[in-house]
């Protein structure tokens, strides 16, 4: 095997983490500000300086996921798995100018939980195809669920 064909896969490994580290920053043009630093909150919402590292680690093993469906997928089922992927990338990149760009709570809420659904079938999906890409997209469904819950109580005790 030539050295180019061999090094291919870690590229679009690379692209995967592009494309996913490109969402977020999506979501980073939208910082919580001044608005978010006063909302009433309950008491079990975590410090502000945890969620860039999380979202960090969640991010790579994202990537880490698609890569492995792309890479070891077949056509039909990859390109579903994928498709999916795709749609809660979108879904995830749109949560944060709703929550903190527009200030709507509520909106976030309905979109949240459009997010959680497309993990979910997207995590079904991997798990069918290779059970380590379903596995990582584990620890990005528990987040997301956590984050729905958080943002229901922020919506909840902000009206």
Request: charged share 10%; with cysteine; aromatic share 18%.
């Amino acid at each position: 095997m030539s050295a180019s064909k061999h090094n291919r896969p870690w590229l679009a490994l690379g692209g995967w983490l592009v494309l996913c580290f490109g969402a977020a920053a999506f979501g980073g043009l939208f910082g919580p500000g001044e608005w978010y630093a006063r909302l009433r909150k309950p008491s079990w919402n975590p410090p502000n300086w945890i969620f860039g590292p999380v979202w960090t680690v969640l991010y790579i093993m994202m990537a880490v996921a698609a890569w492995r469906i792309w890479r070891f997928g077949d056509d039909g089922s990859r390109r579903k798995a994928l498709g999916l992927f795709l749609v809660q990338l979108c879904l995830n990149a749109a949560w944060t100018p709703l929550f903190f760009g527009l200030k709507q709570p509520a909106l976030a809420f309905g979109e949240i939980v459009l997010l959680w659904l497309a993990v979910c079938a997207t995590t079904s999906a991997f798990f069918k195809m290779d059970r380590v890409a379903g596995w990582l997209m584990v620890a990005y469904l528990a987040w997301v669920s956590f984050a729905a819950v958080l943002n229901a109580a922020l919506w909840r005790m902000n009206p």
